[in-house]
Nanobody
Framework: QVQLVESGGGLVEPGGSLRLSCAASGSFLAIYAMRWYRQAPEKERELIAAATPNGVTNYADSVKGRFTISRDNAQNTVYLQMNNLKPEDTAVYYC????????????????WGQGTQVTVSS
């Protein structure tokens, strides 16, 4: 069984920075695209950043220029560096793996972490 575990959330003042981490554990051979989502109270879950294994990245307009997604494939970890945080960035942030090869031709799809709370407030 593959698990994703996020860490690094917390309370930060507007303009501050946080770095989220998401580590994959368990038995698997490869992880494909990894993504960060967030969900604010009473709002739908929003895709904010994605990274392929070879480093291609994409961002939602709401975070472009402020957030950076990166991967350490050797450590099976994806990061989200968040700079110039705003109160509207307050949300629970979730890590997601689009597809994980667990053995030979067997895959699991759409694996989620438990989420980590980010609160931006003075």
């Amino acid at each position: 069984q593959v698990q994703l575990v996020e860490s690094g959330g917390g309370l930060v003042e507007p303009g501050g920075s946080l770095r989220l981490s998401c580590a994959a554990s368990g038995s698997f051979l490869a992880i494909y695209a990894m993504r960060w989502y967030r969900q604010a109270p009473e709002k739908e879950r929003e895709l904010i950043a994605a990274a392929t294994p070879n480093g291609v990245t994409n961002y939602a307009d709401s975070v472009k220029g402020r957030f950076t997604i990166s991967r350490d494939n050797a450590q099976n970890t994806v990061y989200l560096q968040m700079n110039n945080l705003k109160p509207e960035d307050t949300a629970v942030y979730y890590c997601n793996a689009e597809r994980i090869m667990v053995s030979g031709p067997r895959y699991v799809y759409d694996t989620w972490g438990q989420g980590t709370q980010v609160t931006v407030s003075s």
